[in-house]
């Protein structure tokens, strides 16, 4: 199989199923040129100028380039948008793709729980029993103000939990332990097949608190 661009030996398969001897397509010594190129063409900007002039100041994406041109073209920015990562032509090197990965995570210590990486948007609290803690979204940082209002101690886990999903190893780091019932707290608004997995294999009290359970606590959220 041969890279669309180039015609070297296709390592990847980007994610609109076109091989490529990269992981990505601006990394294709064909493509780069071409991009060098296109700028070398350029013309200069002027002092306080922002941006590269634009051919069609003033029009829309549909009277400059049609309808059905401005519309593929909108698609490709909105994927763009989201990120182009491949995957590897074949089971081998999509193995030792995700081995260099795990290699180069470990290396620069990046493993384990990491600072904003929920879903929610989450910030900085200060718990007369947590210390200076950080809290993914609304909902936990309710149910620590809750927790420190009832005196309750409890601490943000530190070690995660191996487990499995999907024939891959990952570990566990719920919300909050509660030393007082020697269990652990998970704040939750929705259920997926991954949550479903760690949970089952989790060997310590557990409890899962959605929602609806906050608010019978008297939380606002």
Known sequence: MKC????KEALFILENKTPCCSSNIAKCKTIRNKISQRAKGRPSKRKGEKGWPCPFKNMTYDQYFGEEKAKEIRQKMSKAQTGNSGLAATEELEN????????TLKLKKLGGYRIGSGRCKGQWYDSKFAGHIY????????YAKYLDSQNINWARPKDGIKYYFNEAEHLYYPDFYLSS???????????????????GQFPYKLKVLFRKDLQSLGLNV
């Open 135 to 142: 809290l993914n979204g609304s909902y936990e940082l309710a």
């Open 4 to 7: 669309r661009f180039c015609n």
């Open 181 to 199: 019932t020697d269990e652990y707290i998970e704040i939750k608004n929705f259920v997926t097949d991954k949550d479903k997995a760690k949970w």
């Open 96 to 103: 030792l793709r995700r081995s260099k990965i795990s290699k």
